[in-house]
């Protein structure tokens, strides 16, 4: 089976644009979450889809947003960037009834300048 | 809510030697138990994993037991290799199994020398 894929793997934007990054799941799995890492804060966990609805949510701003596909497919979004989101946004996903098991993709890499 | 301390890093060892990676977490219920580990570059690949109390994950050589009455999950190999060198993340699952999240430790950089 393919892995979790995510793209693109690199980006650069600058304050105030927004941005749209892609996941697409394993085969199968139909609960997307999407992670934020970064140095100082770590992995924090940003929203959980599972078909096509948000199943759980982080302490993120509104700016933050995400969407999931009939095909479990992922979008996230963010407005407005600033500086601080810079980071690498990791994707993971988990089979039904397995939800605490997750596969991650290699992660978009986005820098903010 | 949630939480997972591990221990302060970075940590450089020397190969074929043994090492331990403290995790300890504070939750309520009964959450499963993982071990990330990320090479450089690269996203998280799940390295073991534990279900329930006194379970023991093991994986590439690698172990960890459920210790429930420690509040524990700690990793061990017996004899470290310098392809072991990578970042190690204890996490937990939401115990409810309601949904994916998973909370992370701030992970661990691990150095073997040849």
């Known amino acids: 089976k393919a892995g979790v894929t995510q793209t693109p793997r690199y980006l650069i934007k600058t304050r105030g644009q927004q941005v749209t990054l892609s996941c697409s799941p394993i085969s199968g799995h139909r609960s997307v979450s999407w992670y934020q890492q970064t140095p100082g804060q770590g992995l924090q966990f940003l929203f959980e889809?599972?078909?096509?609805?948000?199943?759980n949510k982080g302490n993120f701003p509104g700016r933050f947003s995400g969407r999931q596909f009939s095909n479990s497919r992922s979008e996230m979004n963010v407005s407005t960037l600033e500086l601080g989101d810079s980071a690498l946004y990791l994707c993971?996903?988990?089979?039904?009834?397995?939800?605490?098991?997750?596969?991650f993709g290699p992660g978009t890499r986005l820098l903010v300048l | 809510g949630n939480s997972v301390t591990q221990m302060e890093g970075p940590v450089t060892l020397s190969e074929e030697a043994f090492l331990t990676i403290n995790c300890t977490y504070t939750a309520t219920g009964y959450p499963s138990l993982f071990w990330y580990v990320q090479y450089p570059g690269e996203g998280l690949q799940l390295l073991l994993k534990?279900?329930?109390?006194?379970d023991k994950g093991s994986n590439k050589g690698f172990e960890a037991t459920y210790r429930k009455e420690t509040t524990s999950f700690h990793l061990e190999k017996g004899s470290v290799q310098v392809s072991d060198s990578a970042v190690y993340f204890c996490?937990?699952?939401?115990?409810?199994?309601?949904?994916?999240?998973?909370?992370f430790g701030k992970g661990i950089t691990l150095s073997v020398r040849p």
């Open positions: 993971a996903s988990s089979a039904p009834g397995r939800q605490g098991t997750q596969y």
């Open positions: 996490a937990l699952s939401d115990a409810s199994g309601a949904n994916s999240k998973l909370t």
């Open positions: 534990a279900t329930k109390a006194d």
């Open positions: 889809y599972f078909s096509e609805t948000q199943r």
